[in-house]
DNA sequence: CAGAATCCAACCGGATACTG
DNA sequence: CAGTATCCGGTTGGATTCTG
């Protein structure tokens, strides 16, 4: 299928591929293309992890942030939270089902991403 | 592989996976995940589009975005810029190479976000 | 056609301090 | 331990106008 650009009986340019709702690729990268929120997915993806415990697994994120994103794939119902009857108490964060549907495209940005030149790196 | 929370002789935590410098995933993301950007790249893949079509394909994306994310894209290689010999002028934006190589994990994110439900639809 | 320039409000996110 | 609250500077990105 090519980009649809056509052009009419007369010449004119038509694109027929106007997507004013947002496309797909666009909804899904405001799911999981926020800051930290690809991270803190993969984290979590071999089991259940501790929110300390996730906080220093991603260094560079405040814990004011890690929440904050945490708060909207529990809403999303990406991920699972967990309170353990504890003392000090203690919350699990998980992964749930649908959560794990991301992970595979996850783990092809992960593939690509680690192949990159290292100029890319924008540290900033 | 689990996430590596360990426990060494004395019991104490240890969370072996800190990434200080931002893990893979990230920098995949600040690549690729920026506003408009997997969008445009999308757009593109089935060959070289002008800079209007394209504007007008990604509707709610102004012509000032478009173009900054343009500029980066060009900057890092995945997207080239060809100015035609015409009058008016036309620029026509295909993707490199190397754009190519992250069209796969787009194309992952595109299938799982049309399965999305809608009320996630946060089209603010 | 393909942008560049400017303005400006809104949001983001880091730092820091505090809490049950 | 697992957050919440507040402050605040920097960035983002939309709207609008102008240009070769």
């Known amino acids: 299928m090519r980009a649809r650009i056509d052009e009419d009986a007369k010449g004119r340019r038509q694109v027929s591929e106007a997507c004013l709702e ?44 890690i929440t904050e994103r945490l708060r909207q794939l529990e809403e999303q119902g990406l991920v699972r939270r967990q309170v353990m009857d504890t ?16 992970l595979c495209f996850l783990d092809e940005l992960r593939k690509w991403s680690e192949e990159l030149p290292q100029e890319l790196d924008r540290t900033t």
Request: glycine share 14%; hydrophobic share 35%.
């Open 22 to 65: 947002p496309c797909a690729i666009e909804r899904g990268m405001r799911i999981i293309g926020g800051k930290w929120t690809g991270s803190i997915l993969w984290h979590l993806k071999d089991g259940p992890v501790r929110f300390n415990d996730l906080s220093r697994m991603i260094g560079g994120a405040s814990k004011k942030m």
């Open 87 to 102: 003392s000090p108490v203690s919350v699990q964060y998980s992964v749930t089902e649908f959560g794990q549907t991301a």
